[in-house]
């Protein structure tokens, strides 16, 4: 089941280079993109039953710079990412959303997601976890509000007021540290309050939190636009939590303090608990079209689309006799003559390991299981007993097409969160709009 070796990747030289002129190229990804006559005569065998004219002929070279790579890529649907954010709005009365998109948007592309859900009046700012991100942000041209949801440096903290980030205040110095930035120059310094009312992770701790509230409301120059925490999560521990940050945030106000609006609830809040909606909502994974805690019972609820499409084109199609294995392990051996695809895409792209434990991949409108085992830069489907697909079909192993490709089904397929189905995407995959 493990892979024993590092796998070694003769042909990724020139895959690169299709990947990166894919990458530059502006054209998305045809559902069913032509393979090149290169490609088709590199197929072992004609196909039966297929017509030629869907592999008609076009220089490689020409495919490839028109974003046709074999390589994997995400497609973004910005159809599908205003979908969910109305959802996320209609199951919250149309409560105001600070879209989270930390993580590169979780795996989406930061900057194809941005400029989508800025245009959704819903969305009213949006929330990330680093600087950096922060202000590619900006750099994307975004101008409603962000808030930095992590630790900034004294330096970074100047860039980023200076490019109207707000910033999270959690830590014992914050008031002497934001009246310090607040005095430097690089303008007043518009906050939120991060409140630790049990995750245990980041925030004040609420129980101590009220002396430093008081402190904060006397830093000149700081401006507290909210005050928020994060919940566990655990069903039976949440409405403690709730309770925690409303009577602190109750006791702030009746005090005279600051607290701005508040806000605490991430996507399983949106769903499970109405009571903590409060001033606004901080979404991530809903947006992106995934249910965060318990799909059965979230479908019921709302619709999400998945936003994205992992695809990358077959680059083998080869049949088994009965005994032949295939990957590291032979983990996978045929006992009947089957044909089978190859994918150029494997864990060091993001795909599971454990895919290979049940996840299905769909290519020209047919699923196909995952067998033998997830390398690095490789996945192989099992076709059957036909001929279901040629050297340069678009495969897509997760997507909207079909239940069983849904990154919930992923997930489920290989013992994974969806989160981490979403989030491990490679950095380095080509991403674009369609
Ligand atoms: C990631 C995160 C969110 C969004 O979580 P989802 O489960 O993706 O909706 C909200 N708040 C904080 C503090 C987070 O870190």
């Known amino acids: 089941m493990k892979e024993r070796r590092p796998e070694r990747s003769p042909g990724r030289l020139s895959r690169r280079g299709f990947l990166g002129a894919a990458a530059a190229g502006v054209a998305p990804l045809l559902a069913r993109a032509p393979a090149s006559a290169a490609e088709d005569a590199s197929a072992s065998a004609t196909s039966p039953g297929r017509p030629a004219s869907t592999h008609a002929a076009g220089p490689a070279l020409r495919t490839a710079s028109a974003g046709h790579g074999f390589g994997p890529r995400i497609e973004v649907d910005p159809d599908a990412l205003r979908h969910n954010a109305a959802e996320v709005a209609r199951l919250t009365g149309g409560r105001p959303i600070m879209a989270v998109v930390k993580n590169n948007a979780y795996g989406l592309g930061l900057g194809l ?7 959704v009046p819903e969305v009213r700012g949006f929330a990330v976890v680093t600087p950096e991100a922060a202000l590619a942000l900006r750099e994307a041209g975004v101008r409603k509000p962000v808030l930095l949801m992590g630790m900034a440096s004294d330096e970074e903290a100047r860039d980023l007021v200076a490019r109207d980030v707000r910033l999270s205040l959690y830590t014992d110095d914050a008031p002497g540290r934001a009246s310090r930035l607040a005095a430097s120059g690089a303008g007043p310094v518009t906050a939120h309050l991060y409140l630790d009312t049990g995750l245990g992770r980041m925030g004040v701790p609420y129980h101590r939190a009220l002396p430093w509230l008081e402190a904060l409301a006397g830093a000149p120059g700081l401006r507290v636009e909210g005050t ?38 991430s996507s ?46 077959v680059v083998r199609v080869e049949r088994l006799r009965v005994g ?20 150029p895409v494997g864990h060091a792209d993001g795909y599971p390991r454990s895919a290979v ?78």
Do not use: C
Not at 113 to 119: F, R, T
Not at 290 to 295: D, I, L, Q
Not at 332 to 342: C, N, S
């Open 113 to 119: 997601v941005a400029p989508v859900l800025e245009a």
């Open 228 to 265: 928020f925490m994060a919940f566990t999560e655990d069903p039976e521990f949440d409405p403690e939590q709730l309770r925690r940050f409303v009577e602190l945030a109750g006791a702030a106000r009746e005090a005279g303090l600051p607290v701005g609006r508040l806000h605490a609830a």
């Open 268 to 313: 399983n809040g949106v769903f499970h608990l109405p009571d903590a909606h409060l001033d606004l909502v901080r979404p991530g994974i809903a947006l992106f079209g995934s249910y965060p805690s318990r799909p059965e019972e979230e479908r019921a609820m709302a619709t999400l689309r998945p936003a994205f499409r992992l695809r990358a084109r």
């Open 324 to 343: 032949d294995g295939v990957s590291y392990g032979r983990n996978y051996v045929a006992t009947r003559p089957t044909w089978t695809a190859t994918l």
């Open 357 to 434: 434990e049940g996840a299905k991949v769909l290519i020209g409108g047919r699923l196909h299981p995952v067998i033998g085992a997830v390398s690095a830069s490789h996945t192989v489907v099992e076709l059957g007993e036909e001929r279901a697909a040629e050297v340069g079909d678009v495969a897509t192993l997760v997507g909207p097409d079909r239940p069983e490709i849904h990154p919930d089904a992923l997930a489920a397929a290989a013992g994974v969160s969806v989160y981490d189905v979403l989030m491990h995407m490679g950095a380095h995959l080509p991403r674009a709009m369609v």
